[in-house]
């Protein structure tokens, strides 16, 4: 098991920190927990802690960057997309180079249940015309997206996840901001992952590869602007696709394959996410429950090949 | 009150020239009527009241540059009440920055002069607002790079006594508070109309000079439709040390014009020809005190 991309997230704020001196850091009173601590340990003066005040600190963040600053903003993905008004007006209108950074994705944080869980952010976030929205698969890519969403002048939302993760990239992994990231290939369908449950993705297409169904495993780091040239592309040799992601249905990575390629492909798609309000339990428990473990996406993949394959034969 | 084309404004010229003002509200008022008559909607009662205080910041007290909006060293003014920018484009027409026709395209499609302010469109607004609330935040976070940067400028908040009704001004105060950043003035223009009616049925703000004393500000409360209190507090603002601003700044709503004055009827209506033509010779002729 992996670090943790929140865990990655601080320490690549850090390193940031002494190569650029124009990024800033603001919290809301979950420093320890965002891990804008560690900035905060090497830079006290370019930190501020705004306490349990999320919409002054996104306006803040704006004004800050209006005035030439990176500041990144972190708290959770819930506390700090759910002031959305703050973000609409102060950031995005405002076209101010703001990092937005929410941790706690999803029902993976587990025990805390459903008011502290991420599970709307990337459909809100998704919603604005120049926001990019990017959730990193592990440590390493946590790193490089950081460096990513500096670089980018304009506002950034990046998403990463309380619990450790697996990594799915090997070391010399590059991010490409914007592309497709595909990982394993497969000749029957493709399943499109983001976030925590890439490498669960991998894991069931191992499973479905040992039942005789070849499928491809595509990480989607960049959630918006979607890669629609890369979409398309694999549309046009899998005819067959299957999102996975630990978010809401509404809005997510299967809203955005799906808006990406309704209007020009006749591929058939299968999204599996987060249907219901969060509750608590086990990070572990809960995937079991929404079917984004191993298992349940490799059930799911296979129910819908072998639902969907003849029928497409026949039409 | 000279406006040298190409240099900087310096910071409180040592002697306002308080007539020169006065002329300059004057031209403000016309301003903000012709062009909400023209768009045919908008909020005149709030441009209005804020005149002198817009007035004596940009002809007294705001390190500006001519034709440069995005001199690093300007200090910042964001108007949070952004329904009143109409205030603030009619003193850009009197500076010469936008041509005083362009008023006329106010809320046209295509036009820089957005009905509530637009930053990335038309960068002499230092921030996009309206969503009531926000604005101090953004000022303060322009304050702090500021001084993180030590760099000369100063930033300016204008807020609505409505406005304060929203949790988040109390969050930038009690923010701006901690960090004692006195590089940030806040004014409140106390009109005490908001849309729906007067400010105290509606949600009262008093003790408002307590609350912002609470929160550690500076307070200062004035006549905002004076020029001789507005300048003389925002210069008591600027020598303050390790603590914001806020001048409490009360005035009157439709400032001006007798049948707009302190009714909220008039918060966000335009004026007809025929009400546009009395309220004009009324701001002409000074007939109201203020004028």
């Known amino acids: 098991m992996g670090k943790a991309t929140r865990a990655a997230f601080g320490e690549a704020l850090k390193k940031l920190g002494e190569r650029m001196p124009e990024v800033v850091a603001l919290d809301a009173d979950l420093a320890g927990s965002t891990n804008t601590h560690l900035f905060a340990q090497q830079f006290p003066e370019r930190f501020f802690q705004l306490g349990i005040a999320e919409g002054n600190m996104v306006s803040v963040a704006a004004g800050l960057a209006l005035a030439g600053k990176i500041p990144f903003a972190a708290s959770f993905a819930c506390f700090l997309t759910g002031r959305f008004e703050q973000i609409r007006v102060s950031v995005a209108y405002n076209r101010a180079n703001v990092k937005l950074v929410g941790t706690h994705a999803g029902v993976g944080i587990g025990e805390d249940g459903y008011s502290q869980m991420g599970l709307e952010d990337v459909a809100l976030m998704r919603s604005l015309p120049n926001m990019l929205v990017l959730q990193p698969a592990d440590a390493l890519e946590a790193e490089q997206a950081v460096e990513a969403a500096a670089r980018h002048v304009g506002p950034v939302y990046l998403r990463v996840t309380r619990q450790k993760l697996d990594d799915v990239h090997a070391s010399g992994y590059r991010f490409e901001l914007g592309k497709l990231d595909p990982l394993r290939d497969g000749e029957q369908v493709t399943i499109l992952a983001t976030g925590g449950v890439v490498a669960n993705a991998l894991a069931a297409a191992a499973e479905l590869a040992k039942q005789g169904i070849s499928a491809g495993v595509v990480n989607v780091h960049t959630l918006q602007p979607i890669d629609q040239e890369g979409l398309l592309a694999l549309a046009a040799r899998c005819r067959q696709l299957v999102t996975v992601e630990d978010h809401g249905i509404v809005g997510g990575l299967g809203s955005a394959v799906c808006e990406a390629l309704a209007e020009t492909t006749g591929v058939r798609i299968r999204r599996i996410a987060v249907r219901t309000f969060g509750e608590s339990g086990t990070g572990e428990a809960l995937y079991e429950k929404h079917g984004l473990h191993a298992a349940g996406i490799a059930a799911a993949v296979a129910e819908f090949v072998r639902s969907g394959a003849p029928s497409r034969a026949s039409a | ?291």
Not at chain 2, 264 to 277: C, D, I, R, S
């Open chain 2, 1 to 291: 009150m000279s406006m040298s084309a190409g240099t900087a404004r310096p910071a409180s010229p040592s002697a306002p020239d308080y007539a020169a003002l006065r002329r300059i509200a004057r031209t403000m008022r016309e301003h903000i009527l012709e062009m909400i008559a023209a768009a045919g909607s908008g909020h005149p009662g709030g441009s209005l009241s804020a005149v002198e205080i817009v007035a004596a910041l940009y002809f007294h007290k705001l390190r500006w540059k001519k034709n440069d909006p995005s001199w690093a060293e300007r200090d910042r003014f964001v108007i949070s009440k952004g329904h009143g920018v109409p205030v603030v484009y009619a003193a850009l027409a009197v500076a010469g920055e936008i041509p005083v026709a362009e008023l006329s395209t106010l809320r046209r499609l295509g036009s820089r002069l957005q009905g509530h302010p637009d930053h990335a469109g038309f960068p002499w607004m230092e921030a996009a607002t309206g969503s009531l609330g926000q604005g101090l935040s953004i000022a303060l976070g322009m304050a702090l790079a500021s001084r993180l940067d030590g760099a000369p400028y100063r930033v300016y908040a204008l807020l609505g006594d409505g406005e304060c009704q929203a949790g988040q001004v109390w969050e930038a105060a009690m923010c701006a508070g901690k960090y004692g950043v006195h590089e940030l003035t806040a004014i409140v223009d106390y009109n005490k109309v908001q849309l729906d009616g007067l400010v105290k049925d509606i949600l009262d703000l008093e003790p408002l000079r307590a609350k912002w004393e609470s929160f550690g500000w500076n307070v200062l409360e004035i006549d905002g439709n004076d020029v001789e209190q507005v300048v003389p507090a925002l210069d008591r603002a600027t020598e303050t040390r390790g603590k914001p601003t806020v001048i409490v700044a009360h005035t009157t709503k439709g400032k001006g014009v007798s049948f707009m004055e302190g009714t909220h009827k008039w918060h966000g209506v335009a004026p007809n020809a025929e009400e546009l033509a009395r309220a004009l010779a009324e701001v002409r002729a000074g007939a109201v005190q203020g004028g």
